[in-house]
């Protein structure tokens, strides 16, 4: 069937994205919801724990960014097979990629052992409380890496067959326990800081272990196959190097908050975590753009990709300015929910306008970022995070620490990141070059 032959329409419908989005919607906030409740929980045992969740959590969602390459590389490879009518391969791209998840999620838990208290010092800027309490925190969290980089693959091939209703339940569920478990291994059990990396634990490994049975439950083979792994290693090397660059400029914000001292780290991590939360919630139109627009292009129909390019776009532009109302009423509340130190609070509120400024514009980034991943078009993603992280928002937070600008100058370098992507990003889309159509 030739692309002027497939009809459009239906792919492109709202309530086709909606069907998408809504359960990736949950999927992607149980995480983020999971690390405010921690953050919350651990803000009030004082500032010192919180400066090393802040530290700590840094390194952690530079390992759950590793976990979306894995997911993001697997989503397009599979949908579109699956697009192309071979759902049978379109699976075994997860198999492969759940060996991938296995083998880093033990490297990195065991490297933890020996790396937590060399990256806490490197980020916190010494050797002191803040530095010790983190590097405890990270080396029991860490243990959950490959649950967690095993569950981040099982999302990847789910989303890819169109499937996120199954993904809702097998992160829901794990996560609600384990914000349950949190205080109570905190407080009443009187674990303090450890109790809330070990209630992580729980959560990765028991997710991940749903998402392993699920690829069992197809009956598929399970066996290695060196080849389609090196091919996804290929699909995701260009994935690797934009979320480095992107992990680069954040774990360099972190750092140089944390050299602002421990209320300005501690406001920080309050602000960022709550930017996580929002990004992953507008996230979910791109888990859609992601498996819709590859099996539009696995079946050959362009038109309707570009028609679905267009509508993400819009949509989340909308779910953006909707998320700035909200954070904008919530100015003067969200931040005492986080931490009863008036200095943290008083660093949140002066970051408080850009954390509002960004919502609108990231929001049509992100929806942009699944149409090209959904398309294969990484290599331009790559060489633009690239360029934007290194040359706009990585210069911006060091120019920020010489001239001791504080929070807010991190936070207008992280404005310029958006902003510099958002243009590219539009003119990507209007010039047609990521339209690929064919499994590839």
Known sequence: MTAS??????????????????????????????????????????????????????????????????????????????????????????????????????????????????????????????????????????????????????????RGIQDTRRPLWYVLGPNLLSALLCPLLVYPVGMGLVGSAVANVVAQTLCGGLFVAALVAERVSLRPRPQVIRHQLAVSRDLLIRGVAFQASFLSATAVAARFGAAAVGAHQIVVQLWFFTVLLLDALAIAAQALVGAALGAGDEAGARALARRVALLGGVCGLAFAALVAVGANLVPALFSSDPQVREQAAAIWPWFVLIQPLGGVVFALDGVLIGAGDVRYLRNLAVTAGLGGFLPAIWLTYAFDLGLGGIWAGLTLFVVIRLVALALRLRSGRWVVAGVG
Do not use: C, K
């Open 5 to 158: 032959a497939v009809p459009s329409a239906p792919v492109a419908s709202a309530r086709r994205i909606a069907g998408l989005a809504l359960p990736a919607l949950v999927v992607l906030a149980a995480e983020p919801l999971y690390v405010l409740v921690d953050t919350a929980v651990v803000g009030h045992l004082g500032r010192v724990p919180l400066a090393a969740v802040a530290v700590g959590g840094t390194v952690l969602t530079l390992i759950a960014w590793l976990g979306s390459v894995l997911a993001y590389g697997t989503t397009g490879r599979s949908a579109r097979r699956f697009g192309a009518g071979d759902r049978a391969a379109a699976v075994a791209e997860g198999v492969q990629s759940s060996w991938l998840a296995l083998a880093g999620g033990l490297v990195v838990a065991l490297g933890m052992q020996v790396l937590a208290g060399p990256l806490a010092r490197a980020l916190a800027g010494s050797t002191g409380e803040v530095a010790d309490a983190a590097a405890q925190w990270l080396r029991v969290a860490a243990l959950g890496a490959p649950g967690l980089l095993l569950a981040a693959a099982g999302n990847g091939w789910l």
